[in-house]
């Protein structure tokens, strides 16, 4: 099982990104897939995360309303759309699958990306 995530980088602040999460290895149809963000000195934390079906959505109260995660079955993508970009958002953003347990803990995710870095300037 592989998750592969791209689509980070350095943008000002206000910017947007788009950070694309491709899975291989196996179905995903049950699984909900997730994305955490980390910064220096930081704890991993959630982000959002949408069940495959992608009948539902769950966000950070920190990010809510400017990002907003997306997917593409055909693709076996998910996406994360990341706008009104601020400093504080400046982490490494990692994709995850899980396939049960609260969708908010990083420890019910048992397949992780390597992670993709998103640098907001001021």
């Known amino acids: 099982v592989q998750l592969q995530a791209s689509g980070g980088g350095l943008v000002q602040a206000g910017g947007s990104l788009r950070l694309s999460c491709a899975a291989s290895?196996?179905?995903?149809?049950?699984?909900?897939m997730g994305w955490f963000r980390q910064a220096p000195g930081k704890e991993r934390e959630f982000v959002a995360a949408i069940i495959w079906s992608g009948d539902l959505k769950y966000y950070a109260d920190s990010v809510r309303g400017r990002f907003t995660i997306s997917r593409d079955g055909a693709k076996n993508t998910v996406y994360l759309r990341v706008n009104s970009l601020k400093p504080e958002d400046t982490a490494v953003y990692y994709c995850a699958a899980r396939s049960d347990g609260s969708y908010y803990r990083r420890d019910n995710y048992s397949y992780w990306g390597q992670g993709t870095q998103v640098t907001v300037s001021s």
């Open positions: 290895g196996r179905t995903f149809s049950t699984y909900t």
